[in-house]
């Protein structure tokens, strides 16, 4: 028989404030349902791990849990797949949140992330390269192919305060391009109008031979997709930088 799981977390922290949610800790959670025998400690272990990931908690309690699961009998190898296998349901952040917990518990070096790690992790698609076309752009860009096949898609990300220069996509007939903001905050304006601010979700529809920018807020990384629209004779005018002046008086 398994030894027997014994928890007092909660009386000796809320016991006096809470008794009844201590009670319920320590003798109903931990001391009834954790030692029923039907399911073997090692994949409720799983089980709880995979539950706190699907929720988006990654305090100390799910440490606690992936200590848990080591202690009995998790292997390295086990809790990646584990972790790999439910981050494809639950999101793509939330692997790469429980994978640094997962490393510091299975006693893996965990390199200290950039900002642009952390801004990785918050969005699903790769922020590729330093842009190619980097010399109309203010501050640092990346480009990342989605799809090169039927539709052309990138996605484009913009540091905070890079923005491109003024331009215009040229066509005689359709072309121009649409943005669909994936992460951050950013702005996209015309010539003439007041800027539009963009967060996750927004939807910019550019039709051909308007004039305009985009890019990041001064203070939040930014990403697109931007997807080209067929036209016939189309082309791409770059015009003249963003001034500090107009992108300071953005709010």
Known sequence: MAEKIVQ????????????????????????EVWNEETIDV??????????????????????YHLQ???????????????ITHATMYVG???GWAVFRLAKEVWNEAVPELTEKDRYQNTICFPIGDPNPYGEFFVGQSYLAPVSTEQVPVFNVTFEPGCRNNWHIHHAKNGGGQ????????????????????MTPGKVINIPAEVKHWHGAAPDSWFSHLAIEVAGEETSNEWLEAVSDEDYGKLK
């Open 8 to 31: 007092t977390a909660g009386r000796d922290q809320l016991g006096e404030f809470a008794p009844m949610f201590a009670h319920l800790n320590d003798d109903i959670l931990f001391g």
């Open 178 to 197: 649409m943005l669909i903001c994936i992460g951050g905050r950013g702005y996209y304006q015309e010539w003439g109008k007041d800027a539009v601010e």
């Open 42 to 63: 090692k994949t409720k272990c799983i089980i709880t791990v995979v539950s706190l990931m699907a929720s988006g908690i990654t305090d100390s309690s799910l440490t």
């Open 68 to 82: 848990n699961a080591k202690a009995h009998g998790v292997s390295k190898e086990e809790i990646a797949a584990i």
């Open 92 to 94: 793509w952040p939330k």
